[in-house]
């Protein structure tokens, strides 16, 4: 089953728009986090977010999490050509960091 | 460091047969998983394990095998492949801890005839 799910499931932007995909899950969690893939790549880890936390930033990337709503999202600004891939966020479902579960993701593409 | 590393990059196999899928990690990590990546969905967990001689089922077990002889090492052994085992596949480990990102290899994309 998926613990996550994304919003939309694909995204069309021009460069230098701002991007936002959202996620929501289903059970409690110690911490979620999004990857990003590229096509026909393994994943990169981008941030992960603990659960006490609401908002984390690193570079152009602004996550959100809201564990009332079950709810996460990421906003990437000024967005860039080389940030097309698809963006997955997954959460522990506070089972342990080793046991990720993966929602269907949202396949972002930058237009020039 | 190479990372994680996963051999082969491609694999066509007829029903039936049997092979294993290589993972190995050079970062001393503990915890260690096993992943499969159907069409337009996420990655399903099949087995992890969080240190040498420890295994575990994730949500897609069956038809799949697993051992963790070092720390290094997490082999994914199909038993009997089927057609539903078409995928790519992707290993991934990380710290131990429940704070720490995982790290993918580059996956191993099977096809079963």
């Known amino acids: 089953s998926q613990q996550g799910e994304e919003d939309p499931q694909a995204l069309s932007i021009q460069e230098g728009e701002n991007a936002t995909m959202n996620c929501s899950y289903k059970?409690?969690?110690?911490?979620l986090q999004w990857y990003r893939q590229n096509s026909g790549r393994g994943l990169v880890h981008l941030i992960l977010?603990?659960?006490?936390?609401r908002e984390k930033h690193s570079g152009r990337l602004r996550v959100t999490l809201d564990t009332s709503k079950k709810s996460s999202s990421l906003l990437i600004t000024a967005s860039r050509a080389a940030d097309t891939a698809s963006y997955f966020c997954a959460t522990d479902a506070d089972q342990g960091a080793q046991k990720l579960v993966f929602g269907q993701g949202t396949r972002l593409t930058i237009n020039p | 460091n190479a990372g994680v590393t996963q051999t082969p990059k491609f694999q066509v196999l007829k029903t039936g047969q049997s092979m294993t899928l290589q993972c190995a990690q050079d970062?001393?990590?503990?915890?260690m998983s096993w992943y499969r990546q159907d069409p337009g969905m996420g990655l399903r967990l099949i087995h992890y394990?969080?240190?040498?001689?420890?295994?575990d089922q994730g949500e897609v077990p069956n038809g799949y095998n697993v051992s963790r002889s070092t720390t290094e090492d997490f082999p994914l052994r199909l038993l009997s492949a089927a057609p539903s085992q078409t995928s790519v596949y992707f290993c991934?480990?990380?710290?131990?801890?429940?704070?720490?990102?995982?790290?993918f290899g580059p996956g191993t994309r099977l096809t079963v005839l």
């Open positions: 970062m001393n990590h503990e915890y």
């Open positions: 991934a480990s990380s710290l131990r801890g429940d704070y720490n990102e995982q790290f």
């Open positions: 059970t409690s969690i110690n911490n």
């Open positions: 977010i603990r659960s006490n936390e």
């Open positions: 394990s969080v240190g040498a001689g420890i295994t």
